[in-house]
């Protein structure tokens, strides 16, 4: 099932605005990392954020986590036509005995700039 | 670096039919998994391997099989496909020490 869901679903807006998309989680987890996805590409990893953090940065990228709300949101200031993508939210959980940690995955915000 | 590669880009297939999809990552990275990619569902854990010889079931495990007999190639294999499998599957790697997954470019799978 589903650990991460972001929010909202789509969000279109113009080039040199900041898009922010947000992802909330079910259960306690290790760390959250955001995933971009060009259309017909595969997934590339943007940034992690360990649970004992509460934001990160890099380059353009901001990301904020709220372990008492889990939830953490990403931000992407000045936008560009190339950050148009897909973007998901991925939680990995503390390993249960004899497991091992994977990634789950949300459903994605599917994010326009317009030039 | 190739990084992670995955054949055959595009496949059909008849209902019953068999195929493997091949996934290859040249990275020496110990954790290898399969996901599924469906309209409005993201991406989905089918199978994982933590090492050559270590295979586990993800969330959606039923009609796949995998095998993990090198360290480089983790091939998922369809046993007798059904339209409810058709999809994009990624593959993906990890390295034991770290946590950023590296996604193959996916195939694109119909069964019809």
């Known amino acids: 099932s589903q650990q991460g869901e972001e929010d909202p679903q789509a969000l279109s807006i113009q080039e040199g605005e900041n898009a922010t998309m947000n992802c909330s989680y079910k259960t306690s987890i290790n760390n959250l990392q955001w995933y971009r996805q060009n259309s017909g590409r595969g997934l590339v990893h943007l940034i992690l954020i360990r649970s004992n953090e509460r934001e990160k940065h890099s380059g353009r990228l901001r990301v904020t986590l709220d372990t008492s709300k889990k939830s953490s949101s990403l931000l992407i200031t000045a936008s560009r036509a190339a950050d148009t993508a897909s973007y998901f939210c991925?939680?990995?959980?503390?390993?249960?005995?004899?497991?091992?940690?994977?990634?789950?995955f949300g459903k994605g915000t599917k994010l326009t700039v317009n030039p | 670096n190739a990084g992670v590669t995955q054949t055959p880009k595009f496949q059909v297939l008849k209902t019953g039919q068999s195929m493997t999809l091949q996934c290859a990552q040249d990275m020496n990275h110990e954790y290898m998994s399969w996901y599924r990619q469906d309209p409005g569902m993201g991406l989905r854990l089918i199978h994982y391997?933590?090492?050559?010889?270590?295979?586990d079931q993800g969330e959606v495990p039923n009609g796949y099989n995998v095998s993990r007999s090198t360290t480089e190639d983790f091939p998922l294999r369809l046993l007798s496909a059904a339209p409810s499998q058709t999809s994009v599957y990624f593959c993906a790697s990890r390295s034991g020490q770290g946590y950023e997954q590296y996604f193959g470019p996916g195939t694109r799978l119909t069964v019809t």
């Open positions: 991925a939680t990995a959980s503390p390993v249960t005995q004899g497991g091992s940690e994977k990634l789950v």
């Open positions: 391997s933590v090492g050559a010889g270590i295979t």
